[in-house]
């Protein structure tokens, strides 16, 4: 028995100027190709959220967000989405680095 998620994932690569955004479906595949978002462009990031309320409609279920802290640069980002209403996460990279270095371990088994 697998388990899926009763949400849309949505990754982000935060970096300074920019970042990545990867929306993934329930059952883990992409909804999109992954893409790049500018922070000071207001269309760039208009685009993204709509893009992550389409994926909210087509599956009728809300979306969770995730995004490393990064020092500085995530919290406008952070606050942004969450105007918007979006669930938003903020991720330790210790933690993601730690776990990424755990599964390729046992995956190695």
């Known amino acids: 028995m697998s388990f899926l998620p009763n949400y849309i994932s949505v990754g982000i690569d935060v970096a300074a100027d920019f970042s990545w955004f990867c929306i993934l479906t329930p ?3 992409e909804f999109k190709k ?3 978002v500018d922070h000071d462009n207001a269309d760039s990031l208009k685009n993204a959220a709509l893009s992550i309320k389409k994926a909210e409609e087509q599956f009728s279920m809300k979306s969770k967000i995730f995004l490393e802290s990064t020092g500085i ?4 980002l952070f606050c942004h989405l969450k105007e918007l209403g979006f669930e938003v996460f903020v991720i330790n990279p210790l933690i993601t680095n730690s776990n990424k270095k755990y599964w390729y371990k046992k995956s190695e088994k």
């Open 27 to 29: 059952d883990g595949r």
């Open 34 to 36: 992954p893409f790049k």
């Open 73 to 76: 640069y995530h919290f406008p």
